[in-house]
């Protein structure tokens, strides 16, 4: 089982930098680098709410679920 974090698609979709997003959010660039890279072992609720505010999104449109069949295809 994996899940898939899509906040670079959903930053394109927005015309929005990560730094811009960092910016309003109030996460450091660094953490969401990680998240953004997939490279993240969880993430608050509180960050989450805040990301889709300001990206006008629901959770969803930010993480995928990836069957783990799937993910031993594709890597």
Known sequence: MAIRVT???VLLDRRMSLTELC???GVTMANLSILKT??????RFSTLESLCR?????PGELLQFIEEQQTKEDG
């Open 38 to 43: 997939g490279k993240a072992k969880a993430i």
């Open 7 to 9: 906040l670079d698609r």
């Open 23 to 25: 910016d309003r959010v």
């Open 54 to 58: 300001e990206l006008e999104c629901q």
